[in-house]
């Protein structure tokens, strides 16, 4: 399901050779210059299994929340009985579900950060978009 959302709101057109300048342009941000090589590194070491398992390795804070969330309010409108630590567990368990490291964690710190205010907007019928807004991750229109 993630990885369905996932293609979707990403480009999944992307060759791999594209994904690797991206990435390697990415690197190239980082302050230090040791970092962006080791990053360069990473990136040119792995590329063809991170391009295998999933074309986009890193998403922004944003699109994770939203994915994660996208199915937060799935399993809500599932069963609004959920306990809120019930919900939590499957949503850390589709974190495990990104094929980046980057991104499952990300998504775990987004799941385990004020998952009492996600659980609140859910029973007041928030969608995922709505929710990820009230987690200040990603920027109103
Ligand atoms: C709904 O959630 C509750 C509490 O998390 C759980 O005990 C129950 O089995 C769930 N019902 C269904 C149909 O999954």
Known sequence: MINAVN????NNAITQSD???KLLSAC???AVSQDQNSCKN????NIAKVYNNNPIPVQNACQTCQLIMTNAVNYYTQNNAITQSDLQTKLLSDCGTF???QD???????????????YNDLKGGRNYGQ???????????
């Open 7 to 10: 293609y979707y709101a990403q």
């Open 42 to 45: 990473i990136v040119n070491n």
């Open 28 to 30: 190239g941000t980082f």
């Open 104 to 118: 499952q964690n990300s998504c775990k710190s987004i799941v385990n950060k004020d998952f009492s205010k996600v």
């Open 19 to 21: 994904l690797q300048t």
């Open 99 to 101: 094929a980046v490291s």
């Open 131 to 141: 929710i990820c807004d009230d987690l200040n991750l990603c920027i109103a229109a």
